[in-house]
């Protein structure tokens, strides 16, 4: 009862996550201490703003599962100290050793840290989409480290997972069974989904927000992201979701800031295309529903020129 009555608590205060809001765990390098969402899964919730230095590029979601027979983190952590951070949290947990790493996608504050875990023995897996796109983008993505975060960026050095999967990887370890998948296409490549079937819950990554709105890269398909959620991701009916940004929540909420948001700006931009509008416009299309999200004043005006051009010659 005590995990659930936390678990509404959770829900109940979503201000909590305001940008405005200042470092939530000023002791330590993360910006929230890890919370039990349900008996021996735990996450500590990322700021909803963009990486800075007060949040040290810890603005993403960074979780735990204390199976009984070993520990299995879900993303790396932006830098080298994050995931030390993060691992002297689990320590304070269990004395069970951490024996898995996954990481969520290929973007560096899922990544970065994977130097840490490596150093430390740990495998550390992610989706070979996800790899490649790390091997990519980790040279850039370490030097904004460097700019924003300063010496909490110190003791990085850009590293691969050094497991790959596909489709689907199933991880029996102590008293959870583990399904790693890639439901498909949606924010970024190699998108993964951490699932728990016994328990109903499932740490989504970056295929669901909360309490931020999503962005929109320029290589996003969005109608393919709306297709991933439809047929593959809510089939599967969590109870409880770890976004890959927001405080832990129900299917409903992401569903309504994640894929409600997405139908409803290509409608917007499918009706500004129809009525003969061009790029310059499309900046401007009413987004009002969502302006109480955090980064919609940083992410709003990009996010419809970026679906203008995916949609103009659908």
Known sequence: MKYILGFMVLMAVPAVASEDIADQYPQSVLYSKPVEVIPHIYTATGATAPPTYENAGHNNNLSFIVTG????VVNAGASYRLARALHDEIRAVTDQPVKLVIDENGQGHAMLGNNYWIAQGVPVLAHVDAAAEFEHSAAQAHEALKVYARENAEGTVPMGPTETFTD???IEMGDFTIEVLHLGPAHSPGDTQVWIPAQSFMIAGDIAFQE???????????ACWIETWETKFEPLNPTWVIPGHGHPTNLAQVRRYTRDYLVDLRDKIGAYIDAGGDLAGAYYVDQSNWAHLDTFEELATKNAGIVFAEMEFE
């Open 168 to 170: 689907q990887k199933t």
């Open 212 to 222: 931020r709105l999503p962005p929109i890269f320029a290589d996003t398909c969005t």
């Open 69 to 72: 027979d070993g520990v299995v």
